[in-house]
């Protein structure tokens, strides 16, 4: 399949990889359409975020086999800056610190050819919602900051870089239930008004309750097992994750 024809944004065929020596994705298949909200659910340790650091193009992850198409381009053997350029914006979710970068100059880096008082606007504009203080901002990126402040300062850079595609791996860990409704109901706007396509990795429902998808997949050891539409993820809610935990 090529995502010419189609409406396809993101397309992985038969995924392997490995960290460390240890097989964690094998023979993922996903396809993603543009504009969609689409979940991932699954189990700790199921290789969740594997495959958003895969798809990042962290390095230290191995692909053994398999392909990763985005926008109709072949970009499993980009680097992750060239991913970026192409549209994609992962969200990790532990974010590390960047000591010495502030936010804003990060965010230029990632948007070469837009100018500083653009990205100013934009970051006054979003900031309104998010509130992010001066001195967070002025400070390296993420240096000293809670787990609740670093996914505040993923979704400012989301939604002041635009890009064609989110990757949000666990964006309600570390976050209380007012600041989770806050920032999900911000990336469900962007989706909604632009167009942006959503890969939401989450281990509970909650921020689906927000953020809601038209497809949930569950991931439980490297593979997806199931797929279903909105009720899945409330159905997991109350099951959890025993019944795939046999396979
Ligand atoms: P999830 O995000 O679904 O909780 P992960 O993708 O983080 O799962 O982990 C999948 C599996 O890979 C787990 O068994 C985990 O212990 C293992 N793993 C993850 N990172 C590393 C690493 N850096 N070195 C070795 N094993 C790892
Ligand atoms: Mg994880």
Known sequence: MTNST??????????????????VLKGLDLDVQKGSIVAIMGPNGSGKSTLANVLSGKPGYEITAGKIEFNGRDITEMSPTERGQAGLFVASQYPLE???????????????GVPREELIRRVDL????LSITDSLMERGVN???????????????????NKAMAILDELDSGLDVD????????????SKDSGMTVLAITHYSRLLEVL????????????IVRSGG???????ESTGYKEFEKI
């Open 6 to 23: 189609s409406n396809g944004i993101l397309h992985i065929e038969g995924l392997c990889a490995q960290i460390s020596g240890k097989d």
């Open 179 to 190: 600041a989770l409704e806050l920032l999900a109901s911000m990336v469900a706007k962007a």
């Open 230 to 236: 909105p009720e899945l993820a409330v159905e997991l």
């Open 143 to 161: 240096v000293d900051l809670s787990g609740g402040e670093r996914k505040r300062m993923e979704i400012l850079q989301l939604l002041v870089l």
């Open 126 to 129: 979003v900031n309104k919602e």
């Open 98 to 112: 960047i000591p010495g970068v502030t936010p804003i100059e990060l965010m230029s880096a990632a948007s070469p």
């Open 212 to 223: 809601i998808p038209s497809e949930v997949h569950v991931l439980v050891g490297g593979n």
